[in-house]
């Protein structure tokens, strides 16, 4: 079964398309990792979100 695949080999991809792709991984990192500082503790009960 090996190479009946219908887009074998695959064609590589269009460079705008992987630094697009790069760069929304990268912002979607950032931004979890932005997240997890501001409410991390909350979010692992370390700390009620009522609480000042």
């Known amino acids: 079964m090996a ?3 219908p887009l074998y080999p695959i064609p590589p991809a269009r460079p705008l398309y992987r630094f697009a792709a790069t760069g929304l991984s990268a912002s979607m990192w950032f931004f979890l990792m932005y997240r997890a500082k501001q409410d991390g503790p909350a979010l692992l009960g ?3 979100p009522w609480d000042h």
């Open 3 to 5: 190479g009946k695949h």
């Open 46 to 48: 370390w700390k009620h």
